[in-house]
């Protein structure tokens, strides 16, 4: 059984913060967004598992599912023994990997839940709010230069989560605990949400409507081949890109590291517009983003009031532990 911790501190040269005294307990302490990223893979596993009659390559899905979620783990069970520097990065970024691995495997979830697009219902609210198709029309203003830009803004969406997360983590306090639980749960949600609502895009489902190529200067041909090459592609609805941007945004504001904020903002607005634009989404997918991640910053104030700390997991062995920054 698990129980909700009542003060539990980290100790001394944790990337915590200083001068905090340190505590013992029976258990592993899990924060809020380990929470997240180790049971909903388990979860995911388990579907995948007591459906293997329709789901030819259940035996590897399944492993790879359980075996992230065991990963994180043992991850935070040696950032937890150890204050040493990799003991620390594993601990803390190991939902990278979390995210990737679930990510690749949620074919099987769709296929199961709802293997029907929902492209023709997203294309009948964006045709009754503009009266066209958002990315049919956006195609007379195509210039390569506009595309080239476009679609390198596009791929940094991942280049600034990452980047505020590690800014985040070397101040050594809270931040980054934040931060995590708010990526980590916006992923974990979307993904389920990808399972209900599954979606092609445009980029696929109107393909016959367009009338010229996407056309860059120098890299614009490779990012868009990286799209389609990728593992999964019923991801529209909402826009991750959309939402997670807008979310990397606010946290940098409320998190007072307004020169990061300031050098992103105008990218930012170009990766919004670009998803439209480079044709990977429904305008309906931009605006249900914004209610999504509202909702995610409402649960996440939620869940810290409720679990301030984590749970701890008891264990057969007394070891040290940190707060749920965990750093």
């Known amino acids: 059984m698990s129980e909700v911790v009542s003060d539990i501190r980290p100790r001394p040269g944790a990337a915590t913060g200083p001068s905090v005294p340190a505590q013992e307990t029976d258990g592993l302490v899990l924060r809020i967004g380990d929470l997240f990223a180790i049971s909903v893979p388990t979860l995911f596993g388990l579907a995948i598992v007591s459906s293997y009659r329709n789901v030819p390559d259940w035996a590897p899905v399944s492993a790879a599912l359980f075996g992230v979620a065991l990963l994180g783990l043992a991850s935070r ?30 074919n099987p979830m769709i296929d199961l839940v709802s293997p029907v697009p929902y492209d023709r219902d997203l294309q009948a609210i964006d045709q009754w709010l503009f009266g066209v198709q958002p990315s049919v029309w956006l195609e007379q203003f195509h210039h390569p230069w506009l595309t080239e830009i476009a679609y390198i803004c596009y791929l940094a969406f991942f280049f600034w989560q990452l980047a505020l997360g590690i800014l985040l983590y070397l101040r050594k306090n809270n931040d980054f605990a934040d931060y995590m639980l708010r990526v980590v749960m916006f992923y974990m949600l979307s993904y389920i949400v990808y399972i209900m609502v599954p979606a092609i895009g445009p980029r696929f489902d109107l393909a016959p409507e367009y009338t ?30 959309t939402g997670l941007t807008l979310l990397v945004l606010l946290t940098a504001y409320q998190k007072r590291a307004f020169k990061f904020f300031a050098v992103m903002f105008p990218f930012a607005m170009i990766l919004i517009f670009s998803t439209v634009y480079c044709r990977f989404h429904y305008v309906v997918d931009l605006l249900c983003a914004l209610p999504f991640v509202t ?20 264990l057969p062995h007394k070891i040290m532990v940190k707060d749920r920054v965990g750093a």
């Open 212 to 241: 010229r190529p996407m056309e860059g200067v120098y890299f614009a041909e490779a990012i868009r081949q990286t799209f389609i090459d990728i593992p999964m592609y019923r991801d529209c609805f909402p826009s991750g890109h």
């Open 77 to 106: 069970f040696w950032a937890s023994k150890s204050d040493h520097p990799i003991a620390q990065l594993v601990g803390n970024f190991y939902i990278m990997l979390t995210i990737w691995v679930l990510y690749s495997r949620l």
């Open 295 to 314: 909702g995610v910053a409402f649960l996440q104030r939620s869940l810290e009031l409720a679990m301030p700390h984590g749970i701890v997991v008891p």
